[in-house]
């Protein structure tokens, strides 16, 4: 893949790997191409035995993400196919399935889609200044990126409502108040912060970090005592491999 005209980038430093959506004059604005490369790096970063954790970012000063390029739906014959080509691929259930740990490190903007793709991540660090929306039901739409199950999971029921139909504008405090997010940095401190949570958790054993996500997950899906079964199971299971 030719770094340069990649929209999103790929780099490890040490255990860590780097992954950079990068089209930072559109503020990383989510693509098909970007839905592509981002499926395609995310399933490198699994099987990179080299390393443990990814951070993911987005480039330039104005954003991570600012939502789903609406561009593209104009240049396809309707909406619904537009759609349909980004679910050709289940990049959300491949995010779903990772077995190593992914931080999500935001600035600026995180909109729409950028907000799912964190909302997909294991830990979410954000600059003061950082600015969350969830603008597709004021545009006619339903969020089509999980944004409809994964708010509610971190944020709640009313939470969610507020975001998803107001078009609700949340600041980096009141993220972190609601579960959006889980840590605010200074905005200079940002990479410097994310690198050290990274290097803290490429101490811990990959196949443990996957048995332990995988837990908390279906945690939802599962009545309590079935929970507690599982991670019996899953427990005997580590100890003896």
Not at 80 to 85: D, L, P, Q, S
Not at 175 to 198: H, M, N, P, S, Y
Not at 200 to 226: E, F, P, W, Y
């Amino acid at each position: 893949m030719n770094q340069d005209a990649s929209v999103v980038q790929y780099s490890t430093k040490g255990a860590i790997a780097l992954i950079s959506l990068n089209r930072p004059k559109q503020i990383n604005a989510f693509n098909v191409q970007m839905r592509d490369e981002l499926y395609e790096i995310l399933s490198l970063f699994q099987k990179d035995d080299s390393v443990k954790v990814a951070i993911i970012k987005g480039n330039g000063p104005k954003g991570f993400c600012a939502g789903a390029d609406l561009s593209e739906f104009g240049s396809a014959p309707s909406q619904i196919i537009a759609r349909e080509v980004r679910w050709q691929r289940d990049l959300w259930g491949l995010f779903l399935k990772m077995q190593k740990p992914i931080i999500a490190q935001l600035h600026g903007f995180v909109i729409g889609s950028g907000i799912e793709i964190a909302s997909f991540c294991d830990l979410r660090v954000a600059t003061e200044s950082a600015k969350f929306k969830m603008p597709e039901s004021s545009l006619g739409l339903i969020p089509a990126a999980g944004g409809t199950q994964t708010l509610p999971r971190s944020i709640g029921t009313a939470n969610s409502l507020k975001m998803l139909l107001t078009n609700f504008q949340v600041d980096a405090k009141t993220a972190k108040t609601i579960g959006l997010i889980d840590r605010i940095v200074d905005d200079e401190k940002l990479e410097q912060e994310v690198f050290l949570i990274a290097r803290q958790m490429c101490n811990m054993q990959t196949n443990l970090v996957g048995s332990v996500k995988k837990l908390i997950r279906n945690a939802l899906d599962h009545d309590i005592s079935n929970g507690i079964v599982e991670e019996k199971f899953q427990s005997k299971k580590f100890l003896l491999s």
